[in-house]
């Protein structure tokens, strides 16, 4: 049983298209994240939910819009792709305490042509 | 704002070779401190963590003890193998607002 799983796990769009990626958790976990991480591997946290209400908001284009149905399920909407939108997407999760394991699903490799 | 600082790798070693990958941190408060390994393709894995000064956390023959007085917490493994090289992620935090990560350090291991 995969604990954060997202899809589609490959993604090769056109700039310009909208484009979504999928992630559940089923660890019971209250919040849930997603992270970036670019060419060079750096890794920066852009969104993060609690019971479903937005906590963290980093500097991100708003072409980028997370959307939480429910408490297993963060996902991200990508509008007017562009090529610097290349890169790998994690959605992870945990139970929202200090200290408490942070869960990353297996990444979103998304490249824009 | 918090920061973590590792060092840049590559960082190449042979088999059975000692490993330091070193980790310091800025941040207000004791913040909880992780490891996370990358292997090529896949996605991030927990390798271990410390909550609090002088906890020392260990996995996999992998070892980093949280050192409040340095603001570091170093990885260590006495004998590396070729299936350890990977990227290596040090990051506090945790809790709503997210980790904070270093910048990762690729380990190169050679049979």
């Known amino acids: 049983d995969t604990a954060v799983s997202q899809t589609p796990k490959y993604l090769v769009t056109q700039m310009g298209n909208d484009k979504s990626i999928k992630c559940e958790q089923n660890?019971?976990?209250?919040?849930m994240y997603w992270y970036k991480q670019d060419s060079k591997k750096f890794l920066k946290i852009m969104f993060s939910y609690n019971n479903k209400e937005l906590i963290i908001n980093e500097t991100v284009p708003n072409r980028f819009s997370p959307k939480s149905p429910d408490k297993a399920h963060l996902n991200l909407h990508i509008n007017s792709l562009e090529l610097g939108d290349s890169a790998v997407y994690f959605c992870?999760?945990?139970?929202?305490?200090?200290?408490?394991?942070?869960?990353f699903g297996e990444g979103s490799w998304l490249t824009v042509v | 704002g918090d920061s973590v600082t590792q060092m840049e790798g590559p960082v190449t070693l042979s088999e059975e070779a000692f490993l330091t990958i070193n980790c310091t941190y800025t941040?207000?408060?004791?913040?909880?401190l992780f490891w996370y390994v990358q292997y090529p393709g896949e996605g991030l894995q927990l390798l271990l963590k410390?909550?609090?000064?002088?906890d020392k956390g260990s996995n996999k023959g992998f070892e980093a003890t949280y050192r409040k007085e340095t603001t570091s917490f170093h990885l260590e493994k006495g004998s590396v193998q070729v299936s350890d090289s990977a990227v290596y992620f040090c990051?506090?935090?945790?809790?709503?607002?997210?980790?904070?990560f270093g910048k990762g350090t690729h380990l190169i291991i050679q049979p």
């Open positions: 410390a909550t609090k000064a002088d």
């Open positions: 660890l019971g976990h209250d919040t």
């Open positions: 992870a999760s945990s139970s929202g305490q200090p200290g408490n394991t942070i869960y």
């Open positions: 941040a207000t408060g004791y913040p909880s």
């Open positions: 990051a506090l935090g945790g809790g709503a607002d997210g980790l904070t």
